[in-house]
């Protein structure tokens, strides 16, 4: 169990792919495309061997596992027969699944395939020839080959990616963000220092603060040496958490969209979600998390007081240790802001280590602050039970997160705050003493800081209360973007759920076509079902009567959902070569399409994003991002419509 979380930081790290121990280049495969009536085709895999390995035929099925598995972009797409196979190929007994005899191949293989289309026939087709291959004890079932093959008499329907009239660096006007990203930086930093400060306060940080401070001054040969110490000491924690950053930066550097698509993985959110549930256990007192505790006596052992050295091994030390308290509160802040980018998590890990950090230097340069500190008892127990409740509604956002990409229904706005409302009350009557955990002593008295967070927790419930109903109270605006939208409700008509603004869905075709039509620029609004700060500004900023008359009147506005799993024809999927990046990947889902134009046009994975273009797709103004302000909102988009008259005057000169 220790280990568990290991993996998890681990899984972070990479794009729903395993990594196996197989050789990689063991097997090269062809594939040919061969026309064979209307709509049908074969598909041919050749391979010419591999002098070390055992090829399993096609048609073998393993321990109740296809050896061979085709899997093709459109799931409209049928596998009318079995695979045709040729090659020297033998019988082969295989002692890992009780002697089962086996077709496989140790030369030249070729596998074909016939597929029929229902719909329009691509000119290219996509998708992943799983095989499976070993020797011996090795064994190495379903390893992917992804394809993408030319059929004749295909149509290339694909849409364009690169659209050469953008100009990002010189819009028609200059008015907007400068860095999309500028507010949202200092937003999570000081979201990360929040979480700092909360794991300040666990049983595994806060007894440490006294004692590793009384260390650095009682040990130096001087009071000056040991703040310079303990500062040391603290600018360690600080740089440790930063440093966890950098993997997410290997990644992003291969991918930059891959943390957006990690942020909104369907299986992914789940496994958060099951992850937070785990951590809220934990913090019940059910049982301790760490990591490998080899790992922490091998630091622990190179701390000491000699060198600069020893001090950052002794704050890796402490980073290990409290691993359990303050690992779900950091894997909060990492799985939040996953979808950000790369710089915004190491901004965020910035501010949860200045958060730890600070302390450690503060107490060191002024001892007699340590006689304020409350005494660690029975209370801190109780500050760990308060964050299980709160991992637990976190839990929630997960598979909100899931649901909304996959449109599933199951938790609709009122059951997820349904949800939020019990865990408050369950909060109240564990700090009421009414409920009681392992490890828990019992409440004698109420201090006057217990009291404060009974009112807390019970203002923050009653607050979520009206959220159930189908009122104008039912906003909750304090809360917007958490909840899934008021529109995905259980109620038949929602009042609050707004139509006044109903922007084109995924349909920039339609848009350009209808803004041509209606002589308007047009809004594009970058977006994910997952996205918090999209349903912010769309019920916070839009519903603001000045922004909504200006989206209504002078623009055509859509929304293009960069999460969106739904699948591509086949006929409109591709692989995308990137020239600015010299990388090549599948368009395959709709949320593909619109994440890569994003990020090749307006050099941005975050969202909201939205920019302002003319029907014959110039860029009018700078993009804008995350703004809470919606006289801001209204003045960019004010400046948008004289963008357009301004590029019409010039036009017509």
Avoid at 254 to 280: D, G, K, M, Q, R
Avoid at 299 to 326: N, W
Avoid at 508 to 532: H, M, S
């Amino acid at each position: 169990m220790k280990y568990f979380l290991w993996s998890l930081i681990m899984l972070l790290f990479i794009n729903s792919t395993v990594v196996k121990g197989q050789d990689s280049t063991a097997y090269q495969w062809e594939v040919s495309g061969k026309k064979i009536q209307d709509k049908v085709y074969e598909l041919t895999f050749t391979t010419t061997g591999s002098p070390k390995w055992q090829l399993y035929g096609p048609n073998e099925v393993i321990s109740d596992v296809p050896a061979v598995e085709l899997a093709l972009a459109d799931s409209s797409i049928q596998i009318t027969k079995p695979f045709k196979e040729s090659g020297d190929n033998k019988a082969f007994k295989n002692s890992l699944f009780d002697n089962a005899t086996f077709k496989i191949y140790e030369g030249k293989a070729a596998f074909t395939a016939t597929v029929t289309f229902t719909g329009d026939v691509p000119a290219k087709l996509l998708g992943t020839f799983s095989y499976t291959y070993g020797k011996g004890d090795e064994f190495y079932p379903l390893n992917a080959y992804s394809f993408s093959v030319p059929l004749e008499g295909g149509i290339d329907a694909r849409p364009v990616i690169d659209v050469s009239t953008f100009d990002l660096k010189h819009p028609v006007s200059g008015c907007g963000d400068e860095n999309t990203g500028g507010k949202g930086m200092l937003s999570i930093f000081f979201l990360g220092m929040l979480g700092g400060f909360i794991a300040l306060f666990t049983p595994c940080v806060f007894p440490l603060i006294p004692l590793t401070v009384s260390f650095f001054t009682k040990q130096s040969k001087d009071k000056k040496k040991g703040v310079a110490n303990a500062v040391m000491y603290g600018l360690s924690i600080f740089l440790i958490y930063i440093l966890l950053s950098i993997p997410f930066h290997l990644v992003s550097g291969v991918n930059p969209e891959i943390l957006n698509n990690i942020s909104t993985n369907i299986w992914l959110n789940i496994f958060f979600f099951l992850i937070f549930v785990f951590f809220a256990i934990s913090f019940f007192g059910y049982f301790e998390i760490g990591l490998p505790s080899g790992l922490a006596n091998k630091i622990d052992s190179r701390s000491g007081m000699s060198s600069l050295g020893g001090i950052f091994f002794m704050a890796m030390t402490l980073a290990i240790v409290s691993f359990s308290c303050t690992g779900p509160i950091l894997g909060s802040l990492l799985a939040g802001t996953a979808a950000e980018g790369a710089w915004p998590l190491t901004v965020g890990l910035a501010g949860f280590g200045l958060a730890l950090a600070l302390p450690f230097a503060l107490f060191a340069m002024f001892p007699g602050w340590l006689q304020s500190l409350p005494k660690a008892g029975g209370w801190l127990s109780s500050v760990k039970v308060v964050l299980g409740f709160l991992e637990l509604a976190m839990a929630v956002k997960f598979l909100s997160n899931a649901d909304l990409v996959k449109q599933w229904g199951i938790l609709k706005r009122e059951v997820f705050i349904g949800i939020w409302v019990i865990v408050g009350i369950l909060i109240v009557l564990y700090l009421l003493g009414k409920i009681k955990f392992p490890h828990d002593s019992p409440v004698k008295k109420f201090s006057k800081t217990r009291l404060a967070f009974i009112a807390l927790f019970s203002a923050a419930t009653l607050y979520v209360i009206p959220g159930l109903t189908n009122t104008h109270s039912a906003n909750l605006s304090l809360i917007s973007g958490f909840p899934p939208p008021l529109c995905y409700s259980l109620y038949k008509n929602p009042v609050n759920c707004e139509k006044g603004i109903e922007p084109l869905h995924n349909d920039y075709q339609e848009a350009l076509a209808r803004a041509k039509k209606e002589n308007k620029p047009v809004l594009i609004d970058f977006t994910g079902w997952a996205c918090v700060n999209c349903r912010r500004m769309e019920e916070n900023v839009w519903t603001d009567d000045k922004v909504g008359a200006l989206i209504k009147d002078k623009f055509i506005i859509v929304s293009l959902y960069v999460d969106e799993r739904r699948q591509l024809p086949a006929a409109q999927q591709f692989e995308y070569d990137n020239k600015k990046t010299n990388t090549k990947k599948n368009i395959i889902t709709v949320g593909d399409l619109w994440a890569t134009f994003q990020s090749v046009n307006f050099d941005a994975v975050a969202q909201p994003q939205y920019a302002i273009i003319s029907p014959d797709q110039k860029i009018l103004t700078k993009t804008k991002g995350y703004t809470p302000s919606a006289k801001e909102f209204a003045q960019w988009l004010e400046c948008g419509v004289d963008a357009y008259k301004k590029g019409q005057e010039t036009a017509s000169k």
